[in-house]
């Protein structure tokens, strides 16, 4: 029962709740691994060599380069969340179909909270400093991938991008693949919140 509070919880929070609790992976996240992936993503031999029971391990599946299939911030473009939602017909899916028992919606959910937050490994980590809510709009510093910076207000996320509003008052949309991490991590932190 307790865990199904959780997951009514972390339902709660991916529609936006502020009252957002970070997801911990190895109290929340690798239970339902150890259930439903472990089986063939473990040990030494695991598949792919993904292996979810130990952290270290996992850790080079987590980033933006080729082989990660967990993208901090980013849970609809992380291969894991892809196939794990995939229906249980298709070949492609995780567990394979008829290997073993499907990813249930509130796990699932959880899983894509945890990515959304930073998929961060470590243990009690918070998740984002929450930023005052409501508070006056902060003229912030972004940075892209090319090392340029400017100051704008945040507005909202929307899809890919996120929305910034120059202090003149015009906004614009920019694409989150090129914001630097940090700014790219300002901008989830802050659309968790709004
Ligand atoms: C019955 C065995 C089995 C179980 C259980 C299983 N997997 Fe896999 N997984 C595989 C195999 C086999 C591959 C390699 C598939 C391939 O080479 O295309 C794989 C590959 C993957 C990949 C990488 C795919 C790629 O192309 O790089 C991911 C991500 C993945 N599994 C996630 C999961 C998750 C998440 C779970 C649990 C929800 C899970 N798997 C459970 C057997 C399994």
Request: charged share 30%; hydrophobic share 35%; net charge negative.
């Amino acid at each position: 029962m307790k865990s199904l509070a959780r997951y009514a919880l972390a339902t709660i929070a991916l529609s936006g709740s502020p009252a957002a609790l970070a997801v911990d992976f190895e109290s929340e996240v690798q239970p339902i691994m150890r259930e439903k992936c472990f089986k063939c993503h473990s040990g030494p031999r695991a598949k792919k060599g993904i292996r979810y029971d130990d952290a270290e391990t996992l850790a080079e599946f987590i980033g933006e380069h080729e082989d990660a299939v967990i993208k901090p911030g980013k849970p609809d473009e992380s291969l894991l969340v892809e196939l794990a939602s995939l229906p249980r017909d298709d070949s492609h899916a995780m567990p394979p179909p008829q290997r073993g028992e499907g990813l249930s919606i509130p796990e699932l959910a959880l899983i894509k909270k945890w990515i959304e937050e930073g998929a961060s490994l470590e243990k009690g980590e918070p998740s984002a400093p929450a930023p005052a809510a409501m508070e006056e709009p902060k003229l912030l510093t972004w940075t892209n991938t090319d090392g340029n910076s400017l100051q704008a207000f945040f507005i909202r996320l929307d899809g890919g991008n996120v929305v910034l509003k120059k202090e003149d008052g015009s906004e614009f949309s920019y694409p989150m693949s090129k914001l630097s991490i940090d700014s790219r991590k300002q901008a989830s932190d802050l659309g968790k919140v709004n």
